[in-house]
């Protein structure tokens, strides 16, 4: 269990990111908190040098949708790395299992499937409180950390 802000790092550690694409797919569902876990990855992004004109966006109903939204970047666009956001909050039913699995295993597939990494940046949690804690509150922003992931690995495919 989290007991601190997790999105704390050294800033002085991370490439370069001016010369990189990124790609952001943002689900719609739960927008307050996918909102915020956008606006701190691309806060992050944009610290660490990489061009506004670089970083496009687009968005999805819902986190499973996450999945064909980002195989559409991938197939259509020269990305550098990508990142999903979502969120999926426990409800009463096995829903909540059922897309946080085909998500998870979406996502690994198309990393298996292209050489763009797609960064996993969907809270799965079991409360509302859960997961505004990991999208800006008192265990920081999931959003800065993925995007920190996603200047790093195109940073490594770039040195390759």
């Given at each position: 269990?989290?007991?601190?802000?997790?999105?704390?790092?050294?800033?002085?550690?991370?490439?370069?990111?001016?010369?990189?694409?990124?790609?952001?797919?943002?689900?719609?569902?739960?927008?307050?908190?996918?909102?915020?876990?956008?606006?701190?990855?691309?806060?992050?992004?944009?610290?660490?040098?990489?061009?506004?004109?670089?970083?496009?966006?687009?968005?999805?109903?819902?986190?499973?949708?996450?999945?064909?939204?980002?195989?559409?970047?991938?197939?259509n666009k020269e990305l550098d790395a990508l990142i999903a956001i979502g969120n999926v909050i426990k409800g009463e039913t096995e829903h909540f299992t059922f897309v946080c699995e085909g998500v998870t295993q979406g996502i690994k597939d198309l990393n298996l499937k292209y050489d763009?990494?797609?960064?996993?940046?969907?809270?799965?949690?079991?409360?509302?409180?859960?997961?505004?804690?990991?999208?800006?509150?008192?265990?920081?922003?999931?959003?800065?950390?993925?995007?920190?992931?996603?200047?790093?690995?195109?940073?490594?495919?770039?040195?390759?």
């Amino acid at each position: 269990m989290a007991t601190a802000n997790l999105s704390l790092y050294d800033s002085e550690s991370i490439p370069d990111a001016s010369p990189f694409k990124f790609g952001i797919v943002v689900s719609e569902w739960n927008p307050d908190i996918t909102q915020n876990l956008f606006d701190g990855a691309r806060a992050t992004l944009l610290e660490h040098g990489a061009k506004d004109e670089n970083i496009l966006s687009i968005k999805v109903p819902g986190s499973f949708e996450l999945i064909n939204g980002c195989k559409q970047l991938l197939i259509n666009k020269e990305l550098d790395a990508l990142i999903a956001i979502g969120n999926v909050i426990k409800g009463e039913t096995e829903h909540f299992t059922f897309v946080c699995e085909g998500v998870t295993q979406g996502i690994k597939d198309l990393n298996l499937k292209y050489d763009t990494p797609t960064i996993f940046c969907v809270l799965t949690d079991h409360t509302r409180q859960q997961s505004i804690d990991r999208s800006g509150g008192k265990h920081g922003n999931k959003g800065i950390e993925c995007a920190v992931a996603a200047i790093k690995m195109a940073a490594l495919n770039s040195s390759l």
